[in-house]
C-alpha cells in the first residue's frame, strides 16, 4: 500500500512515499512562499528517484492545517485531484495531529504560531483511545493566547506535557512558571514530518476512515475578514 | 504565442505529440477572478462542453470580489465544473492530449486552485501542461464565436487594465503593434467619471452622459506619438481636469453631458486613428474590438464608419463571450499546443501578467 504524503501547511514543504510502512523516502524543506513553484516538481522528483509513477499511488495523505490559506489549497487541490484521477482514498489530516503524532509523551501540545501573540493549539492524549491506536484529541484545535494556556490546560498540570511546534519556548517558560511539568524536543523532532503524515494517512485509510474528496477543505480556523467586517456592520447573516 | 513560460522542454510526454491533421481534445481551466470554469475543446475552437460556475451573488453584498473569500469557493468548486466538463463533452481523463489553466492576470489565491490543478493532471497523466494568458483568452474568445473570421487580423483590445492593439497573420501567435504609454482606455473613463462624479464602472456612465452633450462642445488634444501604434490617455486627463477647474474659477457653469461627449469623442479618435493606421499598413482581411471598452457604441459606431471605405468588416465579441470561462482559455491553449509551447510544472501564478 503505497501512500503519497502532502503537507504545504506551514513554511515547510513535505514530501513522503510510505510503502506499506515502511518509509521509501521524505522531503522536508523549509521553503517559506514558494510550495506552489515546487510542490509539483519535486512530487515528480522523489517519484523519479524512488521509480515510483502516480498510477502506483494507493492513497494520498495531506495536511490540512491550521497554516497559511494559499499553502493549504495548493497541497489539498493536488491531493483532490489526485484522488479523483485515479480513484484511490484521500485523508486530510491536521497539521497539529501529524506534529503530536511525531512527538514523545502521553500529553502532547502542538502548537502554531497564530502571530501577535497568539497560538493554534489542539492538545492530545496518546493512549486516550481505548479501541484504537489513534491519539486522541482532548482538546479541539483552536487559536488561544498564549497567556491564556495556562488556564485553558489546569486540569493536566500534574501531567508532563510534551510541547511541540512554533512558540516552544516562550509557552513552555510560562507553563513551568505556572507549575506545569514539560519537556520538548530537539529540532529534527520539532516539526511536522511529512513521514508521520504518510503514516498516519496509512493508518487511517486502511481503517476505512478517508475522506469526501469533494467536501475536503482547509481546516478554516478564521472566516475571512470580509465576512467578520460584514457581521460587524449588519449582523450576522 | 508572444509570451512563453520560459524553462527548460520536458519530451517524453506519455503520447507522441500530435499535429493539427489530428484531433486534439484539451482540458482547459480557469479561476482568475470568481467564475470556476472547466471545458473541454476539440482543435481549438470545437467547444465540446463549457462549464462556468459563477460566485457573483456571493460577492455582491460586499461590493467587489473579495479574493479569500473567491479563493475558498474555486476550491470547493473546482472537482465538480471538471467532472461536469468531462461527462457532457463525453470523454475521460484518459482521452486528453493536454491540459490548460490561466497563469495570470487575475487574483493570486483564486488562479493557484486551478493552476496548481492543471499541474497535477499534466503529473498524473504524463500530458503537456500548458499556461495560458487570460487576455489572450478574451481575445481568442472572438475567434471561437466567429471561427469564419478571415486571416490576417487586426485586434483592438481595450479594457480598465489594458489597451492593446495585435495583429494576427493567423491563430498560431500575435504581434503587438502599440499599447499604452500609461492609462489604459478603461481606466481613463473611470478616472474622469469619477473626477465628474459620475459614477462607477466609468465606461456606461461616461457614454450615457454623452448620449444628451454635444460632442464637438470642447476640442480636447489627442496625444501626438508619431510613428508608433502606441496609445497615452494621461495628457488627455490632465486636460479635462484643467478644463473643469479653470472653468469653476471663472465661474462658469460645466455642461457634464458636453464635457463627457467630448472626453469621450477624444477618446474614441485616439483608438480608431491608430487602429485605421495599422490597418492601412498591414492589409488586413478583418478587425476584432474586445475587452470591456469594445461595449462603448461610439466606438463601434467610429470605427465601423472608418472600415467602410475599406471595405472591412467589424467584428466584436458576443455579450456571453465577454465574461469569463474556460473554452476560451482552451482556444489559446490549442495554438499553444501546436507550437509546442508547454509549461513547467514550476509555472507559477502571475497577479499582474501582461499581453
Ligand atoms: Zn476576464
Redesign the pocket.
Known sequence: MLILGIDTSTDILGLALMDSGQLKGEYNLSLKRQHSEKLLPLIEEIFELLGVEAGDLDGIAVAVGPGSFTGLRIGITTAKVLGRIFSIPVKGISTLEIMAAGAEGEYILPLLDARRKRVYYSFYQRNGNKDNNFLKEVKKAASAGISELPQILNEYQNQEISIIGEKTAEVRELLVENNFKTRIFEAEKNLPRAAVLARLGGDYICSGQADDIYQLKPAYLKIPQAEINWQQKYGSK | MAANNMGVEKVNYKNKLKDKDEDIYILALES??DETAASVNKNGLEILSNVVSSQVDLHKKFGGVVPEIASRKHLELLLPVIDQALAEAGIEFKDLDAVASTYGPGLVGGLLVTLTAAKTVSLALNIPLIGVN?IAG?IYANFIANPEIEKPLICLTISGGHTDLLYFEDLRGYQILGRTIDDAAGEAFDKISRFLGLGYPGGPAIEKAALSGNKTAIYFPRADLGDSYDFSFSGLKTAVMNYVNNEEQRGNEIDQNDLAASFQEAVVDSLASNLIKAVQEYKVESVVISGGVAANQRLREVIAERLKEHNLELYYPPLELCT?NAAMIGAVAYYQYLERDFAPLSLSAEPSLKL
Open positions: 482568475s477572478c487570460h478574451h469569463d
